[in-house]
């Protein structure tokens, strides 16, 4: 079945414990996405990759990293939590190849409560 | 900037009823149009798309025109179920990017 997946789905953690939150997808995907969601203001979107080894910033990158060593995994590192970091996440992969607009597909998504 | 802007929820109808959620965009350019909803504890998953003026996306009874001189994108159903109780994301997306720009979301909830 063609999906992505997140781990963990549930994660309670403090201020300042490192953190990863895993995604990956078994499409053989180029494009990959980090997307936050808070209430009123949507999906937002954290980082992005076009391929692996290839990642850039999106609208709101501040407190996060990325990694894309491999084309299905595209991590989330939370260095140094903050509470202002609590929220809904979701991984999204796309292909990038064929007619546009490719759909995107998405996790089911990650609630992270920093304490 | 691009952006989307949805009415404000929560929707509150009941079984049968018709269904309109807002949605307005702001974009420099002719973007593409989408509907996504999220169902309780689950990811987003498209409902429909629109790549151009005037195209009719269309999926499970929803409905949507893109309506490049009114800037809108507004979701239509005829006739609602209790299953259709979800958050209603209307997004754009620029040819440019990959990126999705989002709503806020619209909350419907229908009683049966």
């Known amino acids: 079945e063609a999906q992505v997946t997140q781990n963990p789905r549930y994660l309670i953690t403090v201020t300042g414990k490192k953190l990863t939150v895993t995604c990956s997808q078994n499409?053989?995907?180029?494009?990959m996405s980090w997307y936050r969601q808070d209430p009123g203001l949507g999906l937002r979107q954290i980082y992005y990759?076009?391929?692996?080894?290839?990642?850039d910033k999106g609208d709101v990158p501040e407190g996060y990293k990325v990694s894309r060593k491999e084309k299905r995994n595209f991590p989330l590192i939370l260095e140094s939590p903050s509470p202002n970091q609590t929220s809904l996440y979701f991984c999204?992969?796309?292909?990038?190849?064929?007619?546009?607009?490719?759909?995107?597909?998405f996790g089911p998504g990650t609630r992270l409560t920093v304490l | 900037g691009n952006s989307v802007t949805q009415m404000e929820g929560p929707v509150t109808l009941s079984e049968e009823a018709f269904l309109t959620i807002n949605c307005t965009y702001t974009?420099?350019?002719?973007?593409?149009l989408f509907w996504y909803v999220q169902y309780p504890g689950e990811g987003l998953q498209l409902l429909l798309k629109?790549?151009?003026?005037?195209d009719k996306g269309s999926n499970k009874g929803f409905e949507a025109t893109y309506r490049k001189e009114t800037t809108s994108f507004h979701l239509e159903k005829g006739s609602v179920q209790v299953s259709d109780s979800a958050v209603y994301f209307c997004?754009?997306?620029?040819?440019?990017?990959?990126?999705?720009?989002f709503g806020s979301g619209t909350r419907l909830l229908v009683r049966p």
């Open positions: 990759s076009m391929n692996v080894e290839v990642t």
């Open positions: 499409m053989n995907h180029e494009y």
């Open positions: 999204a992969s796309s292909s990038t190849s064929g007619s546009r607009p490719n759909e995107q597909f």
């Open positions: 629109a790549t151009k003026a005037d």
């Open positions: 997004a754009l997306r620029m040819d440019s990017s990959y990126k999705l720009i």
């Open positions: 974009a420099t350019g002719y973007p593409s």
